[in-house]
């Protein structure tokens, strides 16, 4: 029993960013990087809550990547920030388990994600017709509940058996976040059956969907080539290359990371590749989909302006409350050109 009882110690993660002043300048480039996360990603989500024009299948889907990215990257970053700046290294059992089923949760939901959104280019340009069936509100749905759930489920099974071992060896885990297979190799006992499993879940988790999203892109790409207008195959062209940018950057480490043999593995390797799938990954999602897209551009534009707008109102709309003498309402009412008496009205009934 008292291997089992091991299990309540903490562990100690050794980090990424070295004890120095370099680590304090990558650690604020980190918290930087995290900070455009949340605004960029926090900025997508309210733009598709808010524009009626983005209320479709495929912004839909984005705004659930965006809030998976908003999570993930709060999975790492601020237990990394906080361990830096407070000089320790620790994390709790339960701490690490937490974190390693949000982070196995939050990459598997992430990946069926872009799977759905490359099946919904894949349907939008290549059976346009069948669209609004194949892609209707209640598929839109289950796909998003699908992929939550998915996620769920397999980060559950994982995390059951991961926090159900003895370890014994060590409690140094030689990363900055609490992985699995950084984890593993602490264990008392032989874990080459699970270590299996957990190569078939990859598998189905990472490598099939990035097969499917790339026949999904090559059929689309293959009917571009053949549409008559150039204004479709550009727009169509555009849209498919910012998909697989953001595919790109989120799929080749993870692929690479955990699909390699494990003699061509080192600690050192799987930390820097990590820090493209959890922090510079959902960092550069929102900018990508954001500077490449008219849809959003001008849903920002829309959107920021009649908060201008209505900022200006409410500022002319104190003027006016303020002027007493009714000669001096009558003139800024003659100048201004709006009803103030009737906006005045509105206020106070509201």
């Known amino acids: 029993m008292e291997r089992w009882n091991q299990t309540s110690n903490d562990f100690i993660l050794l980090g990424l960013l070295p004890p120095n002043q370099t680590g304090l300048l990558l650690l604020l480039l980190f918290i930087f990087m995290f900070s455009l996360t949340l605004i960029g990603n926090s900025t997508m989500i309210s733009l598709i809550y808010m524009d009626c024009r983005l209320h479709t299948p495929m912004y839909f889907l984005l705004s659930q990547l965006s809030l998976t990215d908003l999570m993930y990257i709060s999975t790492t970053v601020p237990k990394m920030a906080f361990n830096f700046l407070l000089g320790q290294k620790s994390i709790s059992f339960l701490g690490c388990g937490a974190q390693m089923f949000f982070f196995s949760m939050l990459a598997g939901s992430e990946g069926l994600f872009l799977s759905s959104m490359a099946y919904d280019r894949f349907v939008a340009i290549c059976h346009p017709l069948h669209y609004p069936i194949r892609m209707s509100k209640g598929i839109c749905v289950k796909m998003i509940i699908g992929s939550w759930m998915l996620g769920f489920l397999n980060s559950l099974a994982h995390i059951i058996y991961v926090l159900h071992i003895p370890y014994c060896r060590s409690r140094v885990i030689n990363h900055f976040l609490c992985d699995i297979s950084a984890i593993l190799p602490l264990a008392c006992v032989d874990t080459s059956i699970y270590e299996y499993m957990f190569f078939v879940s990859t598998i189905l988790f990472l490598l099939f969907p990035f097969l499917g999203i790339s026949a999904s892109y090559g059929r689309v790409i293959f ?39 494990k003699n061509l593995r ?85």
Not at 337 to 348: A, F, S, V
């Open 266 to 350: 080192s600690p050192e390797g799987d930390k820097i590749l990590a820090v493209f799938y959890t922090i510079l990954t959902p960092m550069l999602n929102p900018i990508i989909y954001s500077l490449r897209n008219k849809e959003v551009l001008g849903a920002m534009t829309r959107v920021f302006g009649c908060i201008a707008y209505l900022k200006d109102i409410k500022l002319r709309l104190n003027i006016f409350q303020s002027l007493r003498d009714e000669k001096e309402k009558a003139y800024y009412n003659s100048k201004v050109g709006i009803k103030w008496e009737i906006l005045t009205e509105r206020k106070e009934h509201q």
């Open 223 to 261: 009917a571009v080539f053949f549409m008559r207008s150039k204004e479709g195959r550009k727009k169509a062209f555009t849209t498919c290359s910012t998909h697989l940018t953001v595919v790109t950057f989120f799929y080749v480490p993870f692929v690479y990371t955990y699909l390699r043999p």
